[in-house]
């Protein structure tokens, strides 16, 4: 179901658009971070295409923030709360585990890895609300697509392209800016419960898959790569099917979203490196993007330039120490070659 726009977006009438949204969780506190992205995914992108916006909260947004915001667009917005039992820790989980593994990741300087305060707290909420809650809202039934997008972020890039139809022509279902590695001891048994899950269910492991990306010794060990995201163009149907269905709910039966610190980022990129042919993910290396500390800038000069950049093409991401960039563009080399 593609929603109407109001009567005063234009839209060129050539213009096909796609059963997509773009999604941001986000809290009343969060409005200048909130207002600050808008604005640039609205000059940057939105106001010459017209997507909807969904902006989802564990609390009620106030009216305050809600006319503060709407005022940034004329696509159209709506505002949900997400239900209690898609965010707070479920009562099955044994506090006392979750406490001691805190407690462990606190000493250890991990970031969120404390004790179970406000923002410790949601982010392992966040994180698996991200991982298997977000899509099932109601407010994003009717959609397909969706581009995430959070507080405070840098969008540098004219987007003078449709994204969703892109991946809607293309057949991909991920879509990415920056790559790198997880930290180890967010996810010390993460890679095990999956190899118990591609023991279980071969018959969703796709022939064609992207393991390589995720491993150099054929999923013996992972090697923590991952995408990051906070910045995601994705087919929502793909979490929805019953491979990543099954993959969430193995997952939540472990308890490492609160015994340890597992992310969406990592659960995400592995279901879509192994559930799917690995061309079904794409790198959108013209989408200028920063979400501190870590940036992504179009290195080719006719790229940048097209896009009206503002970011240094010379300061990105791509290559630094820790990106895992070459590995999946090594995964395409290697099958090109093949």
């Known amino acids: 179901m593609e929603p109407d726009l109001p009567s005063d977006v234009h839209v060129p009438a050539q213009q096909r658009r796609a059963n997509a949204t773009l999604v941001f969780l986000c809290r009343n506190n969060d409005l200048s971070g909130v207002v600050s992205t808008i604005q640039q995914v609205e000059d940057r992108f939105n106001r010459k295409f017209g997507y909807p916006w969904v902006l989802l909260n564990d609390e009620p947004f106030t009216e305050y923030f809600k006319t503060r915001v709407s005022v940034l667009t004329d696509a159209p917005m709506t505002f949900g709360l997400i239900p209690k039992e898609h965010w707070v820790q479920p009562d099955w989980i044994d506090e006392k585990r979750a406490e001691q593994g805190r407690r462990t990741m606190k000493m250890q300087g991990v970031v969120y890895g404390g004790t179970l305060q406000t923002a410790t707290s949601r982010y392992r909420n966040m994180c698996r609300f991200n991982s298997g809650f977000f899509f099932k809202h109601e407010l994003l039934q009717p959609y397909r697509y969706y581009w995430r997008v959070e507080p405070s972020i840098k969008l540098y890039c004219d987007l003078d392209y449709d994204p969703f139809i892109f991946m809607e ?48 010794d054929h999923g013996m060990t992972w090697n923590l790569c991952h995408f990051w995201s906070n910045f995601e163009i994705a087919d929502m149907d793909f979490w929805r099917s019953d491979a990543y269905q099954a993959f969430f709910d193995f997952l939540e039966a472990k308890g490492g979203f609160y ?48 896009g009206k950049c503002a970011c240094d093409r010379h300061d990105t991401f791509d290559y630094a120490g820790q990106s895992c960039l070459w590995r999946f563009e090594d995964l395409f080399y290697m099958n090109r070659r093949n």
């Open 169 to 216: 022509e293309h057949n991909k279902t991920y879509g990415f800016t920056i790559t790198f590695d997880e930290i180890p001891k967010t996810v010390p048994t993460l890679w095990g419960s999956v190899k118990e899950f591609m023991k279980e269910h071969p018959e969703y492991i796709d022939r064609n898959n992207g393991m390589d990306y995720l491993s150099e």
């Open 259 to 306: 015994y340890e610190r597992w992310g969406d980022a990592p659960v995400h990129s592995i279901a879509a490196a192994l559930f799917q042919p690995k061309d079904r993910i794409h790198f959108f290396s013209d989408i200028g993007y920063r979400h501190d500390p870590f940036q992504h800038c179009p290195r080719g000069y006719e790229e940048w330039r097209r």
